[in-house]
C-alpha cells in the first residue's frame, strides 16, 4: 500500500490509544510499519519478538485504530495479514504538566539502543530567544524534517530525527517539584 494513500495524521485521543502508543514494544512495530506493510512474522523479526507476543502488541495497535490490515493472502491454508500505519504521522496529546512525554522517552530509548559505533549526531543548544525567535524556529525545524521526509527512501536503512524546543522549568519549579 503506498503512504500516499494514508490520511497525514491520526490524532490519539483515547485512553485506550494512548496506552497502546505508550508501550516501546508497539512503538518499534509501529516504526516497522512505517513504510511499508509486514505481517505478523515479519513484524516478529525485526523487532526481535516472538510471533505470539507480536501478534498480541499488533492486535492492541489495531483495536486502538493506529495500524490496520490492508492486504491478505493465502499461504498453505492459512490467511496471511499485512498490516500498515494508519496514518503518515501519529499525534499525541500534550502531556500536561509533570506527566509522561512518551515520545521523548522512546527516542531516549532507541537512542540508547542503536549501536554505538554507528554514526550518530546528538547535539544540545541552550538559547535565549524572543517568543518570535522561538516560533521561527520550531517552524523551521519542523519544515527541514517534511522536507527530508519526503526525500525518504523505504529501500534505505532508517533513520530518526527527533528535536524538542521547550522552554525548561524555571529554578523555582524545578525545585518545587523535588520537593
Given amino acids: ?10 490524532h490519539v485521543t483515547t485512553d485506550e490509544q494512548l496506552r497502546a502508543v505508550s508501550n516501546l514494544t508497539r512503538h518499534r512495530i ?9 505481517t505478523i512474522t515479519q ?5 526481535g519478538l516472538a510471533k505470539g507476543s507480536s501478534s498480541y502488541h499488533v492486535r492492541l495497535l489495531e483495536r486502538a485504530g493506529l495500524v490496520k ?16 500505519m494508519s496514518a503518515r504521522a501519529i499525534a499525541l496529546p ?10 521523548m522517552r522512546h527516542a531516549v530509548a532507541d537512542l540508547e ?6 554514526e550518530r549526531h546528538v547535539r544540545m543548544a541552550h538559547l535565549r530567544l524572543t517568543e518570535e525567535q522561538f516560533a521561527e524556529l520550531g517552524a523551521r525545524l519542523q519544515a527541514l524534517a517534511d522536507e527530508f521526509r519526503e526525500l525518504s527512501d523505504p529501500s534505505l536503512p532508517d533513520a ?4 524538542a524546543l521547550f522552554h525548561p522549568a524555571s529554578r523555582q519549579q524545578a525545585e518545587g517539584g523535588a520537593k
Avoid at 94 to 103: C, K, Q, S
Avoid at 160 to 163: A, E, N, P, R
Wanted: hydrophobic content about 40%; charged content about 30%; overall charge negative.
Fill in 1 to 10: 500500500m503506498p503512504t500516499d494513500d494514508l490520511p497525514e495524521t491520526f
Fill in 30 to 38: 509501529m516504526a516497522v510499519l512505517r513504510f511499508e506493510p509486514a
Fill in 43 to 47: 513484524i516478529a523479526e525485526r523487532v
Fill in 69 to 84: 490490515v490492508v492486504r491478505t493472502r493465502k499461504v498453505r491454508g492459512v490467511t496471511e495479514r499485512y498490516y500498515a
Fill in 94 to 103: 500534550d502531556p500536561g504538566e509533570g506527566g509522561p512525554d512518551v515520545l
Fill in 113 to 118: 539502543a542503536s549501536p554505538a559505533e554507528g
Fill in 160 to 163: 530518526s530525527l527527533v528535536f
